[in-house]
């Protein structure tokens, strides 16, 4: 940015990269987490108030909400491959989310694609291999019956 360049200092020791590599890319979302997800009330950064003094002016305990907080609204980079993948295979199936992804194998496509249904999995009761229980959320809704080599 042209205001930023003022700020720089000749030979600060620092390369300038052509591009983000992956931790300051990381980093910039960080950044960009922060400032659109304030803190609520108190934990708050105030106007004119450095980041160290805030920091300072907080109890231990205000200090791990903050932290919390900041867990709770933050994304990585990667979550937006998985939510990629999700639609993908979702609207056009698992080979379709397999080739846009460029993964040679399926299984590799599976681990970032989830299921339509992500909170609900297959448990193997033990009537037989074609038999298995749905649960939803932990709760026993029922079997449904499989043809040989569906749900696997």
């Known amino acids: 940015m042209v205001r930023n360049v003022a700020k720089r200092v000749a030979g600060s020791g620092r390369r300038l990269a ?3 590599d992956r931790g300051s890319y990381g980093l910039a979302i960080d950044r960009a987490c922060d ?3 304030l803190p609520p009330g108190e934990l708050a950064q ?3 108030e450095t980041r160290k003094a805030w920091w300072g002016r907080l109890t231990p305990a205000q200090r791990s909400e903050v932290t919390a907080w900041r867990t709770a609204h933050r994304w990585h980079p990667n ?3 998985h ?3 999700t639609r993908v295979r979702k609207q056009h199936g698992l080979e ?3 080739v846009l992804l ?4 399926a299984d590799v496509t599976q681990v970032y694609a989830e299921r339509n249904s992500p909170r609900r999995s297959w448990r193997r009761s033990g009537s037989g291999a074609d038999s298995r229980r749905l649960w939803v959320s932990g709760v026993h809704r ?4 499989l043809s040989p080599g569906e749900g696997d």
């Not at 460029?102 to 194998?105: D, E, I, L």
């Not at 029922?142 to 019956?145: D, H, L, P, Q």
């Open 142 to 145: 029922g079997t449904a019956k």
């Open 46 to 48: 105030r106007a004119g």
């Open 18 to 20: 052509e591009r983000y």
């Open 79 to 81: 979550q937006l491959r």
């Open 35 to 37: 400032k659109a997800f």
């Open 83 to 85: 939510t990629f993948a």
């Open 102 to 105: 460029g993964h040679a194998r």
């Open 96 to 98: 379709a989310a397999q």
